[in-house]
């Protein structure tokens, strides 16, 4: 169930979907920062996910009283993908833009977004991140200016996208609608958002990198009770999962762009330790799936060794000697 207010007499040039779950407290000041953009070519398009607190009552509000605002309404709890995929299909606007309802946007991130993706030839947008605590709240109002910008080609953009570099977070970039085409996020996983920048990513032919001053994309970082807070605490079987998921989907969708990369095999490396280090004393009951990511090991450490630096000759052996026999 949902419902939209009408817009006015043409379509919007930008679409913002917002997911929706759980965010009484917070999700307020992330409207408003919406709201009071610099740029108001823009609808919002405010997916709830069936939350179990009053966060409809808090943007039923912003829908009553401004037009660029509509909810869509879940009658299920789905997840933050299947929420983002809702809005995509949804959506009006000939740009999208992906943003959380907890964090915040600075007085002028939209206009410098949008100025950057029209002026030149280009398929996204990234923006810097500016990390704030959950318990508190930066300037957001203050003017913010572009103080570098580069643009740069898809062979450049996933080199920098493997090793972190940039930002994977679908709050971190504007794409065009069009530019999107099919893709769409992963639903009923964690970290769903990985895939989807690395789909959009190899599809890309250039790409522009924004820094924004004094703020970029304002991030709550460390909120209790958020998803990725949970499987931290956790270290869950289905983090495991979907990391492992993920992990695989990733080095796919960039194999058939890259092939074997000395790159891409180092971050495949890296993510299967990671995968057998914070998750060891799970694997330790679980000797299949600890079987097969040792043998993803081996077979990424024999591709990559001759690049290895000795730290992390050091660093495999350790994983070997210290957590598991192999």
Request: glycine letters at 2%.
């Given at each position: 169930?949902?419902?939209?207010?009408?817009?006015a007499?043409?379509?919007?040039?930008?679409?913002?979907?917002?997911?929706?779950y759980?965010?009484?407290?917070?999700?307020?000041?992330?409207l408003?920062s919406?709201?009071?953009?610099?740029?108001t070519?823009?609808e919002?398009?405010l997916v709830?996910?069936?939350?179990?607190?009053?966060?409809?009552a808090v943007?039923?509000?912003?829908a009553?009283?401004?037009p660029?605002f509509?909810?869509?309404?879940?009658k299920?709890?789905?997840g933050?993908a299947?929420?983002r995929?809702?809005?995509l299909?949804?959506?009006?606007?000939?740009?999208?833009y992906?943003f959380?309802p907890?964090d915040?946007?600075?007085?002028?991130f939209?206009?410098?977004?949008?100025?950057?993706?029209?002026k030149t030839?280009?398929?996204i947008?990234c923006a810097?991140?500016s990390n704030?605590?959950?318990?508190t709240?930066?300037e957001?109002r203050?003017?913010?200016?572009?103080t570098a910008?580069?643009?740069?080609?898809?062979?450049e953009?996933?080199?920098?996208?493997?090793?972190y570099?940039?930002?994977?977070?679908?709050?971190s970039?504007?794409?065009?609608?069009?530019?999107?085409g099919d893709?769409?996020?992963?639903?009923g996983?964690?970290?769903?958002d990985?895939?989807?920048t690395?789909?959009?990513f190899?599809k890309?032919r250039r790409?522009?990198l924004?820094?924004?001053?004094?703020l970029?994309?304002c991030?709550?970082?460390d909120?209790?009770?958020?998803?990725i807070?949970?499987?931290?605490?956790g270290?869950?079987?289905?983090?495991?999962?979907?990391?492992?998921?993920?992990?695989?989907?990733?080095?796919?969708t960039?194999?058939a762009?890259?092939?074997?990369?000395?790159?891409l095999?180092m971050?495949?490396?890296?993510?299967?330790?990671?995968?057998?280090?914070?998750?060891?004393?799970?694997l330790?009951?679980?000797?299949?799936?600890?079987?097969?990511l040792?043998?993803?090991l081996r077979?990424?450490y024999?591709?990559?060794?001759p690049?290895?630096?000795l730290?992390?000759?050091?660093t495999?052996?350790?994983?070997?000697?210290?957590?598991?026999t192999?």
């Open positions: 169930m949902g419902y939209k207010n009408v817009m007499n043409s379509k919007p040039l930008l679409s913002v979907i917002v997911p929706i759980n965010v009484q407290d917070y999700v307020a000041a992330a408003q919406l709201q009071e953009q610099s740029f070519d823009f919002a398009i709830e996910d069936k939350s179990t607190d009053d966060s409809l943007i039923q509000e912003f009553h009283e401004d660029r509509y909810i869509i309404q879940h299920t709890n789905q933050v299947a929420a995929n809702v809005g299909e949804n959506a009006q606007g000939e740009y999208i992906y959380d907890d915040l946007l600075p007085h002028d939209l206009k410098n977004m949008m100025a950057a993706i029209q030839d280009i398929d947008v810097n991140t704030f605590a959950w318990d709240e930066p957001w203050q003017e913010t200016t572009v910008q580069e643009v740069i080609d898809r062979d953009l996933l080199q920098r996208l493997l090793p570099k940039i930002e994977t977070t679908a709050w970039y504007i794409t065009r609608r069009k530019f999107i893709v769409r996020f992963s639903t996983r964690l970290f769903e990985e895939d989807y690395a789909q959009l190899t890309a790409a522009c924004l820094h924004m001053a004094p970029g994309y991030h709550r970082v909120r209790p009770g958020s998803i807070d949970q499987n931290r605490s270290k869950t079987l289905q983090g495991f999962e979907d990391l492992q998921y993920m992990l695989e989907r990733k080095y796919q960039c194999y762009v890259m092939g074997e990369n000395p790159q095999l971050w495949y490396y890296r993510l299967v330790y990671r995968l057998l280090k914070e998750y060891r004393w799970l330790k009951n679980m000797p299949e799936e600890r079987t097969a040792l043998a993803k077979w990424s024999r591709k990559v060794e690049s290895l630096s730290r992390d000759r050091l495999c052996l350790v994983l070997k000697l210290r957590y598991f192999i």
